[in-house]
């Protein structure tokens, strides 16, 4: 059973806001990523973690920024939003020790960005 | 770097199969995976396969792997209403511990 939760489900916030994406797993899972998810539903990695206080960028640019102080919890933040912010954002953590190679990963249910 | 490959669209009436295709580009790809995403979550792993087997059985899905064409499918067997959703082919290199998505297909079945 996968436990990974993202808050909120859905945000709308206007230009120029800062805002918080949260995500937190208690699987004890030590890799995290986030991905963008555009409309026409491909799947853009942004940015992704080893473990505590490790980050790193991923495929996409982002102006978003991450930070991993604790195991659990990965939380993607923007500093000013704009409309070309308007996404869905995904979460998901991996498990080295599982059955499938170590990267079955594990997904939250997605927050809904839009920024008017 | 890598790439996968997916149709974007596919359309069945109850009761058909479904072939969901996927060709890759890293011949250093280790497992292969089946991710179904419905309407408003996230993914769930489906199914995956290990580049050294050729098929996996699980209940009404048939996973093939043509290693040598790197061409992977997904066979749904009786397809219900309850499997439109959109379906994403992931690789995972040796060495690497991200996956790596395409772009998604979306299965719609038709009653």
């Known amino acids: 059973e996968a436990d990974i939760y993202q808050t909120p489900r859905y945000l709308v916030i206007g230009t120029g806001k800062k805002i918080t994406l949260e995500c937190s797993q208690t699987m004890g899972h030590d890799k995290m990523y986030w991905y963008q998810q555009d409309p026409g539903m491909e799947l853009h990695l942004i940015h992704y973690?080893?473990?505590?206080?490790?980050?790193e960028k991923g495929d996409l640019s982002s102006e978003s920024t991450v930070s991993r102080i604790r195991t659990e919890h990965f939380p993607l933040t923007l500093e000013s939003a704009r409309p070309s912010h308007t996404s869905q954002y995904l979460c998901?953590?991996?498990?080295?020790?599982?059955?499938?190679?170590?990267?079955?990963?594990?997904f939250g249910q997605g927050t809904r960005l839009t920024v008017v | 770097g890598e790439d996968v490959e997916q149709s974007l669209f596919l359309s069945v009436r109850e009761g058909d199969s479904s072939v969901i295709n996927c060709t890759y580009t890293?011949?250093?790809?280790?497992?292969l995976y089946w991710y179904k995403q419905e309407p408003g979550a996230g993914l769930q792993l489906l199914t995956y396969i290990f580049s050294n087997m050729d098929m996996k059985q699980d209940q009404r899905l048939t996973v093939l792997l043509n290693k040598k064409d790197k061409h992977l499918s997904l066979r749904i067997a009786d397809t219900q209403t309850g499997d439109s959703a959109i379906y994403f082919c992931a690789e995972r290199s040796a060495g690497y511990s991200t996956l790596t998505f395409g772009k998604g297909t979306m299965l719609l079945v038709s009653p």
């Open positions: 998901a953590s991996t498990d080295a020790s599982s059955g499938t190679g170590g990267t079955e990963a594990f």
């Open positions: 890293d011949s250093s790809s280790t497992y």
């Open positions: 973690s080893y473990g505590v206080n490790s980050t």
